[in-house]
T-cell receptor
Framework: AQSVTQLGSHVSVSEGALVLLRCNYSSSVPPYLFWYVQYPNQGLQLLLKYTSAATLVKGINGFEAEFKKSETSFHLTKPSAHMSDAAEYFCAVRSEGAGSYQLTFGKGTKLSVIP | DVKVTQSSRYLVKRTGEKVFLECVQDMDHENMFWYRQDPGLGLRLIYFSYDVKMKEKGDIPEGYSVSREKKERFSLILESASTNQTSMYLC?????????????FGPGTRLTVT
């Protein structure tokens, strides 16, 4: 079975400060990992994905995430927060060979950006 | 550009009504999914389909059914709507084969049952 834990349901940062959103996963086989962003009253949009090609993954809007197998983590970062980054962020995992295309999602982290 | 569309952004229905939520994707994806999203609970999978006329239950199928008569269209049906089905409903699709196969989401339907 696979699972995703996102630490902190709500994170606040000042504009221009570092954004760090934490994600830990469990998977019995090498995983595919994803970060999605959801703006108010919208669907989920893919930010970035880990596919084992590189441990540091760059996504849209200046976000990046680093896969650390030893820590089973895939934390999302952005060097300098912008007001437009205020949204909810979801981490998700899919295990190759599990016979399923389902994603397992974390419960989400709502990011607030303080001017 | 990939696109998943949902028939309504906002919907208000009365208790006991039959409700249809429609989802259409234009990416020729084999897989389609229906989720509901509630504050603090994240996304929960209701049903998914990996082919026309095929369906599998997700984590919370009770009170819901689905229909997939064409590859591009996946419908979620609430046979008799209840107030505890007030929620945001999200449709998604993905391809198959080797690789990550991320899911592409529609804009969501916010359903209120009164």
């Amino acid at each position: 079975a696979q699972s995703v834990t996102q630490l902190g349901s709500h994170v606040s940062v000042s504009e221009g400060a570092l954004v760090l959103l934490r994600c830990n996963y469990s998977s019995s086989v090498p995983p595919y990992l994803f970060w999605y962003v959801q703006y108010p009253n919208q669907g989920l949009q893919l930010l970035l994905k880990y596919t084992s090609a590189a441990t540091l993954v760059k996504g849209i809007n200046g976000f990046e995430a680093e896969f650390k197998k030893s820590e089973t983590s895939f934390h999302l970062t952005k060097p300098s927060a912008h007001m437009s980054d205020a949204a909810e962020y979801f981490c998700a995992v899919r295990s190759e060979g599990a016979g399923s295309y389902q994603l397992t999602f974390g419960k989400g982290t709502k990011l607030s950006v303080i001017p | 550009d990939v696109k998943v569309t949902q028939s309504s952004r906002y919907l208000v229905k009365r208790t006991g009504e039959k409700v249809f939520l429609e989802c259409v994707q234009d990416m020729d994806h084999e897989n389609m999914f229906w989720y509901r999203q509630d504050p603090g609970l994240g996304l929960r999978l209701i049903y998914f389909s990996y082919d026309v006329k095929m369906k599998e239950k997700g984590d919370i199928p009770e009170g819901y059914s689905v229909s997939r008569e064409k590859k591009e269209r996946f419908s979620l049906i609430l046979e008799s709507a209840s107030t505890n089905q007030t929620s945001m409903y999200l449709c998604a699709s993905s391809s198959i084969g080797t690789g990550p196969h991320e899911q592409y989401f529609g804009p969501g339907t916010r359903l209120t049952v009164t």
